[in-house]
């Protein structure tokens, strides 16, 4: 099975969200994710992951739509390995053809995140009501046969 759930933050670049209508509606942007706390070396500060996405059809025109630069998303999707060829510049001067492994994640489905600005003026995403209202919390409770009505 191949599946990816990520949630971060959506970055469309510095030209903001540009869809390639010639190929299926075709978005590409990145998803910064933050790592986790036990991922990153004590004393240092937050780190960040950019993953590469690419979203198509209904679901990009819809991120065109309402996704802003830097809004808090959940993406559901699958991981696609490709191989992609570059020219390189050798010590010596001359250019040379490689061919470098890339992961990108192809987006199934969004789901919007709420956001709440912070004191460093950034965003972090916060439990919604609903969210909220179906935590479960777990209660020590002795019941003896007595208790019970059968």
Do not use: W
């Amino acid at each position: 099975m191949n599946k990816v759930l990520l949630t971060g933050v959506v970055d469309y670049g510095k030209n903001g969200a540009q869809m390639d209508t010639s190929k299926s509606n075709l978005l590409r942007f990145t998803l910064r994710v933050k790592k986790p706390k036990n991922q990153i070396k004590e004393g240092s500060n937050e780190i960040y992951e950019f993953i590469d996405c690419v979203a198509f059809g209904k679901t990009s025109e819809m991120m065109t739509s309402y996704v802003k630069q830097l809004s808090p998303v959940t993406i559901e999707g699958s991981l696609n390995v490709y191989n992609q060829n570059v020219k390189i510049v050798k010590q010596d001067g001359s250019q040379a053809d490689t061919s470098i492994r890339r992961m990108s994640v192809l987006v199934n489905q969004i789901h919007f995140l709420p956001a709440q600005s912070n004191n460093q003026g950034t965003t972090e995403s916060k439990p919604t009501q609903t969210q909220q209202q179906t935590q479960t919390k777990t209660y020590n409770i002795e019941i003896t046969d007595e208790d019970l009505p059968f």
